[in-house]
T-cell receptor, first 114, second 116 residues
Framework: DTGVSQNPRHKITKRGQNVTFRCDPI?????LYWYRQTLGQGPEFLTY????????KSRLLSDRFSAERPKGSFSTLEIQRTEQGDSAMYLC????????????FGQGTRLTVV | AQKVTQAQTEISVVEKEDVTLDCVYE???????LFWYKQPPSGELVFLIR??????QNEISGRYSWNFQKSTSSFNFTITASQVVDSAVYFC?????????????FGAGTRLTVKP
């Protein structure tokens, strides 16, 4: 079991560019979550998938953000026209079994917008 | 709306001291789950414990123990005989039960530093 894997680990981009992050969940987990964490804060929920269906989106997820999980396995999070305020750690987590079970997190992708 | 408050921003102790991390939550639901996660300097959140709202029995796991009290909406975490490796940021989280309530709401975290 390799755990939740996120790529890249670090991304530096210029303001206005688009970026895409990838998350590979634990293989048998059907639920996948994206969170954002800024310095000194706890993770903030962005969106949630059950299999390939995106069931929840936070109001934090502006129109510039889009997430997909096309085959119910890996997921991508794209940010278009990045802004400096998008700089944060983007965390992916997955869970399986019954609802509200614990989620297992990846190491995150740290985004810096310059 | 669900909310988690961790009033202690930073705690510093000397190795072998006991330390308690506080967590207070707010929810309108009668059924919910509470979690504690550890985030070491490497950055990956590590799951520690999950409790449901109907189970107020305290739990002990090695040097870790958790005190869940619904009357005060608290879910406190105690580390006994702390060690340097316990240094990390600890997050308390709440998840309400429901078809469309699958996100965990995290507190701001408590940074614990254990000095040798």
């Amino acid at each position: 079991d390799t755990g939740v894997s996120q790529n890249p680990r670090h991304k530096i981009t210029k303001r206005g560019q688009n970026v895409t992050f990838r998350c590979d969940p634990i293989s048998e987990h059907n639920r996948l979550y994206w969170y954002r964490q800024t310095l000194g804060q706890g993770p903030e929920f962005l969106t949630y998938f059950q299999n390939e269906a995106q069931l929840e989106k936070s109001r934090l997820l502006s129109d510039r953000f889009s997430a997909e999980r096309p085959k119910g396995s890996f997921s991508t999070l794209e940010i278009q026209r990045t802004e400096q305020g998008d700089s944060a750690m983007y965390l992916c987590a997955s869970s399986g079994g019954t609802l509200n079970t614990e989620a297992f997190f990846g190491q995150g992708t740290r985004l810096t917008v310059v | 709306a669900q909310k988690v408050t961790q009033a202690q921003t930073e705690i510093s102790v000397v190795e072998k001291e006991d330390v308690t991390l506080d967590c207070v939550y707010e929810t309108r639901d009668t059924t919910y789950y509470l979690f504690w996660y550890k985030q070491p300097p490497s950055g990956e959140l590590v799951f520690l414990i999950r409790r449901n709202s109907f189970d107020e029995q305290n739990e002990i796991s090695g040097r870790y123990s958790w005190n869940f009290q619904k009357s005060t909406s608290s879910f406190n975490f105690t580390i006994t005989a702390s060690q340097v490796v316990d240094s990390a940021v600890y997050f308390c989280a709440l998840s309400e039960v429901g078809v469309n309530n699958n996100d965990m709401r995290f507190g701001a975290g408590t940074r614990l530093t254990v000095k040798p």
